[in-house]
């Protein structure tokens, strides 16, 4: 094994400086920007490839790729409403049934937040996380209203119908909540500002490509209630600090850990994130999000505290393949120079990426 590079700060905030609603610098951010890329030589890196060649293809009989281009719109939209009628399956499959816990955390979190439920859950799909609410709420006995907006209307039409099954007809009545199918965009919201108590956004971000992806945390700032939260989670990719666990190896020093980030670049992201789901890569939009800001028509600026994120380097039957991001946003007055702070921050990001 080579010697991993190393890297040098492209820039430099204080906590002082950054802003004083995060008390730090996103570590995820720095960890995007001093982290070096694990380096392979060529018959690990072939031997690592055909190792995995085998899931890739278990997986690809079982959920055959559509096509497109990831991230966007046009391609994705075309893609779900394929998969619309299978999706549940097909998506609980390619998550190894993890998506339901990721789903139920999401929403026991808003349901356990607040007395009354005024939520908005983008990239509802067919419903899940709305359903979990709805779920949470008649065991923590809520009322209030949830919005779950799609861009797909045949996602919308299964979110309806499966709702209707499980939940019937009166659910509306008996939960007293008020369920809301709505066709629209996550980067352009129909609402008013200050609409909402709390957002969600459970494997949807992946959808919208960078630097649009910011166009969602903007969005969400902007029909956030002051003090409401922004739940995202979805897949990231490999972190050095958080290393997945190997069957029989464990952790395995060096070379599984490059082994989960070549598998990554070279199955999860193209593979199962873009053929089969339509991904690009989430990271960035994670890793970037918190540093968006708005300006709203009375001229205060608001930006994101970060209340809390994880990262977990799950396993997909047993293999770490599908590490996920988990993150509580919300939404805090800030003062014009964090504002520039935090553009600031966005714009070195661009110069990295680029
Ligand atoms: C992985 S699926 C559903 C995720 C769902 N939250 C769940 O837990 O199953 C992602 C959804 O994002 C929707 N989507 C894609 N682009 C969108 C956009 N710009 N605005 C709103 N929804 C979008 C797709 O139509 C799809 O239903």
Redesign the pocket.
Same mark, same amino acid.
């Given at each position: 094994m080579k010697k991993m590079k190393t890297g040098g700060p492209l820039f430099r905030l204080t906590n002082k400086d950054v802003v004083p609603t995060i008390e730090y610098v996103n570590p995820s951010l720095l960890d995007l920007i001093y982290d070096p890329p694990f380096v392979v030589t060529k018959a690990e890196r072939d031997l690592i490839l055909a190792l995995i060649w085998p899931l890739k293809k278990y997986l690809g009989v079982r959920v055959p790729p559509i096509g497109g281009v990831p991230g966007e719109?046009s391609d994705?939209?075309a893609l779900?409403k394929e998969r619309a009628a299978d999706?549940l399956e097909l998506?609980s499959l390619t998550t190894d049934g993890a @998506?339901d816990q990721?789903?139920r955390w999401a929403a026991e979190i808003i349901v356990a937040q607040s007395g009354m439920i005024n939520h908005l859950?983008?990239?509802?799909?067919?419903g899940?996380?709305a359903r979990e609410m709805l779920t949470a709420c008649q065991k923590c006995n809520r009322v209030g209203r949830i919005v779950a907006?799609?861009?797909?209307p045949e996602?919308l039409k299964f979110a309806e119908a499966i709702t209707e099954r499980m939940f019937g007809r009166t659910a509306f009545v008996l939960n007293e909540i008020q369920r809301q199918w709505m066709r629209? @965009?996550?980067?352009k919201l129909n609402f008013s500002g200050q609409s909402f108590q709390s957002i969600s956004a459970?494997?949807?971000i992946g959808?919208?490509d960078y630097p649009r992806v910011l166009q969602v945390y903007e969005e969400a700032l902007r029909v956030l209630k002051p003090g409401g939260i922004f739940i995202v989670t979805e897949m990231h990719r490999p972190r050095r600090s958080e290393p997945g666990v190997w069957p029989m190896f464990g952790q395995g020093g060096e070379f599984l850990q490059a082994a989960e980030s070549l598998v990554w670049e070279s199955y999860t992201l193209p593979f199962a994130l873009g053929e089969l789901?339509g991904w690009v890569d989430p990271t960035p939009g994670e890793e970037v999000g918190p540093f968006t800001t708005i300006t709203d028509s009375d001229g205060k600026h608001w930006g994101w505290r970060i209340e809390y994120q994880r990262f977990e380097a799950m396993p997909w039957r047993g293999i770490p393949v599908m590490p996920y991001y988990w993150g509580i946003l919300r939404k805090v007055p800030i003062k014009q120079r964090h504002v520039n702070l935090r553009s600031a921050v966005i714009d070195s990001l661009d110069l990295i990426t680029a």
């Open positions: 719109q994705v939209d779900y999706y998506h @998506d990721w789903r859950d983008l990239f509802t799909g067919v899940s996380t907006l799609d861009h797909s996602m629209g @965009d996550a980067t459970v494997c949807g959808a919208i789901w």
